[in-house]
């Protein structure tokens, strides 16, 4: 990242953190897919609708929208959950699933592709 920071920003570092997209590399991008083709097809399809919806979600947001029998859905966000792909986070009495920022990125680069 430093060399891209150097080439892009001329070694400006407040001005490449005032930057709002995040920039993978090619390594990354690369670590990335592998682990994405290591997915199972129900693994990918939750992936794919919270990765639509933008902004966290909860269990039932993802039963309604994903066409899975419900027991393939928890085993679904459990593995990427265990992967760490998956976080979980609470507000008051619910629990909301997303991305890390960095999975988030990966998946918009992946559906414009």
């Not at 590399?25 to 682990?35: A, F, G, K, P, V």
């Not at 990427?80 to 890390?100: A, E, H, M, P, T």
Request: aromatic share 8%.
């Amino acid at each position: 990242m430093r060399i891209a920071i150097q080439d892009l920003f001329s070694g400006k570092v407040s001005e490449f953190m005032q930057c709002q997209s995040l920039i993978l590399s090619n390594t990354l991008r690369s670590q990335l897919e592998r682990q994405w083709q290591r997915l199972t097809p129900t693994e990918r399809a939750i992936m794919i609708q919270i990765n639509d919806d933008n902004m966290p979600v909860t269990l039932q947001q993802i039963l309604k929208t994903v066409n899975l029998a419900t027991s393939d859905v928890l085993t679904g966000i459990q593995s990427l959950s265990r992967r760490l792909l998956l976080d979980s986070i609470r507000q008051g009495q619910d629990k909301y699933f997303q991305f890390n920022p960095v999975y988030q990125q990966y998946l918009k680069e992946r559906s414009n592709d």
